[in-house]
């Protein structure tokens, strides 16, 4: 019995460390006293591209040193280890809501934290950082998903004859491209989600670093943070006028 | 060094396979770009590309074995596709990111280069298309 007992404790103990483990991430609504070994942020997310679905941003925690997300392919030594979760999305429960925007308390345990992606998209070719301290409010600022379109190119109607041809064409129907997601941070206004009154004696904005790189690990497509306009060396496609080069060879066999 | 020229390797293979069969191929363009910088650049985008996961595809259940097995297979059919679409578009925008352009090449060439043999020499002349200061080919959008 005494065994059983121990054993009982054990398995007790263990599953509060799980549970505190997995804690991490969004909350519902401002606890009356924070954690002193949890960080928090505080964050806005507008609906992609102003429309009627709600943005989605995905955080993960950074390990500077060797350029990866915490665990990834290009740092396996900064593993957090089984059930320690690496990354936080902020999708469900947040505080305040309406039909175009949410706002998020994200708990967070103390490390540095990387915009990881938005919308399936991973900024893996350059994100930004911040700190995350133990005890500390961030106000991470409004976050607008929207799709990185390429010059001249934008959202298509989805009209009746193309829902024919996918109805009929099934798996061959010709599907528009793939174009990446992007973010528009900025620092909260006076129009925004105002900061929940516990917070706001304590609450910091958040210093952002740039140039965080990683694996593509949402499965999804990569992009910068802040979109083709922050590539550091853009080409732009030739313009009609531009007489075409010289072929080198036709195109059919 | 080793893992870059397998990488280079392998970007050799995969950019000559992935003409349609009824186009071109097409490669990546930077005047000037060293051989290191490329390989480097070309194997990073193939790692971003590589991890690509499309979306499992969810397939009505069917108790008529025939059924649910043609329905398995155009749902891989759909996945499939799914991933050569999101892979070619994570290559194509990161090498765009890095300050690559991108040239179509026509059949002659495409078989020219994929004729040869030697995987080095495959090697410096598609190199030779990609630090080119006069690119050959249509250029592409992104």
Known sequence: ?253 | MLKSVAWGGLATVALLAAAPAAASGYYFNKPGVSRDTYMADVAECMELAGGVRPANISTPYSPNIYAAGAVAFFAGIMRSRERRRLSSAVERTCMADKGYARYQIGNALLREIRDISDEEQRMDRLFGLAASDAPIGTRMPE
């Open chain 1, 1 to 253: 019995v005494k065994l059983l007992a121990r054993f009982m404790l054990w398995a007790g103990l263990a599953t509060l460390v799980c549970v505190s483990a997995w804690a991490s991430g969004p909350l519902r609504e401002v606890p009356t006293i924070l954690d002193p070994t949890k960080g928090y942020a505080l964050v806005e997310i507008r609906n992609h591209d102003g429309g009627p679905q709600p943005g989605i941003v995905t955080f993960a925690r950074y390990d500077p040193v060797d350029g990866d997300v915490r665990g990834g392919l290009r740092s396996p030594g900064s593993s957090l280890g089984r059930g320690v979760a690496v990354r936080v999305s902020a999708v469900r429960r947040s505080l305040l809501r309406n039909d175009e925007r949410r706002l998020f308390l994200l708990e967070l345990e103390p490390d540095i934290w990387v915009i990881e992606g938005a919308a399936g998209t991973a900024f893996s070719l350059g994100s930004l950082t911040f700190t995350v301290r133990a005890g500390e409010v961030l106000d991470l600022g409004v976050f607008s998903p929207r799709t990185d379109w390429p010059d001249g190119e934008g959202p298509t109607r989805l009209t009746a004859g193309r829902l024919v041809g996918m109805a009929l064409l099934g798996p061959f129907a010709r599907t528009p491209e793939p174009r990446p997601a992007m973010l528009e941070i900025r620092r909260r206004d006076t129009g925004d989600f105002p900061v929940p009154d516990s917070l706001a004696s304590r609450i910091v904005p958040a210093q952002f670093n740039e140039g965080a790189r990683f694996g593509n690990y949402l499965g999804g497509l990569v992009n910068r943070v802040n979109g083709r306009e922050g590539r550091p060396g853009e080409q732009q496609p030739a313009s009609p006028e531009e007489p075409p080069s010289e072929p080198v060879a036709e195109n059919r066999d």
